[in-house]
């Protein structure tokens, strides 16, 4: 089955969030809930590495994102670090819709939309590089 | 200090057994903006025809980058550049998981380490798969 969707989608970048403030508490947070105890990051100075995913997409991002059939669920993420993230950076977020993928399996037919987001800190350095798969059933 | 010297093919991390409680998911959830019923309400996650909370994506992600960062150790000499997951069957809470990971090729030019890492449950069926690149120094 083709998938309905406009190709022109892939690639364009909708928008950039305002810049999010790290702080030493939330990253301290983070830490606990995950039971991490390395004293490189438990003091909240420096995050641990998975700390990259946690930012969202702007608002209106996913109201550019095609659906489709039944609510999507999270299949999977390729997270490339490119620098640690430190209390005080001031991270944004870009993201666009990298491709779009139909696959069968035992479970039927899946469609995959994967999200490429570019986290970038106050000095316009890149941080990390996260493809988001999302998965749908038809 | 672990260097490239010290990792060879076939070298495990872990096994690592802990034990995720339904309270630290919802902690996990809340504190990271993802408060769906899926990841917090009992009822709710069995509304969309799941057998109960379940964790989200991005702590098995923070779980198995803890894995990794813990094998590195705490005094630098190496980071992880590049995770990579799959979920495969949604990891419920109130269970003992088991985080592994096996070294499968390492890269003396580069001074690069690749390593599986997975998450099981007690029968043994890994729910979470995936990838790691560990960076070295030396």
Redesign the interface.
């Known amino acids: 089955m083709a998938l309905n969707y406009d190709p022109n989608l892939i690639g364009r970048v909708f928008e950039t969030t305002d810049a999010v403030e790290v702080k030493a508490e939330?990253i301290q947070?983070?830490c606990?809930?995950?039971?991490?105890t390395?004293?490189?990051?438990a003091d909240g100075k420096v995050a641990?590495?998975?700390y990259a995913?946690?930012f969202?997409n702007g608002r209106h991002f996913f109201q550019h994102v095609p659906r489709f059939g039944r609510?999507g669920?999270?299949?999977?993420?390729?997270?490339?670090?490119?620098r640690?993230i430190h209390a005080g950076d001031k991270i944004t977020l870009s993201s666009h819709v990298k491709e779009i993928y139909e696959k069968t399996g035992r479970t039927g037919t899946m469609v995959f939309v994967v999200v490429r987001s570019t986290l970038s800190n106050q000095d316009g350095q890149e941080v990390a590089h996260i493809d988001h798969r999302f998965m749908s059933r038809t | 200090m672990k260097t490239f010297a010290d990792v060879h093919i076939g070298d495990t991390l872990g096994p690592v057994h802990?034990f995720v409680s339904k309270d630290?998911c919802r902690?996990?959830a809340n504190?990271?903006?993802l408060p769906a019923a899926r990841f917090t309400d009992d009822e709710g996650a069995r509304k969309?025809g799941l057998p109960g909370i379940i964790l989200?994506?991005?702590?098995s992600?923070?779980?198995l980058?803890?894995l990794v960062?813990?094998w590195i150790g705490?005094d630098?000499g190496a980071?992880?550049?590049?995770?990579?997951?799959?979920?495969r069957v949604p990891v419920q809470p109130d269970h003992t998981l088991t985080f592994q990971g096996f070294i499968t090729h390492t890269t003396e030019a580069e001074r690069r380490a690749e390593i599986d890492v997975w998450i099981e449950n007690e029968e043994a069926e890994r729910l979470v798969t995936?990838t790691a690149t560990v960076q070295f120094d030396k």
């Open positions: 939330r947070s983070f606990e809930t995950l039971g991490e390395n004293p490189l990051y641990p590495p998975a995913v946690t969202r609510a669920f999270d299949a999977g993420k390729d997270v490339e670090f490119v640690s | 802990q630290q902690k996990y504190s990271a903006g969309e989200p994506g991005n702590m992600l923070g779980l980058s803890k960062t813990d705490y630098g980071r992880m550049i590049r995770l990579s997951t799959t979920y995936g």
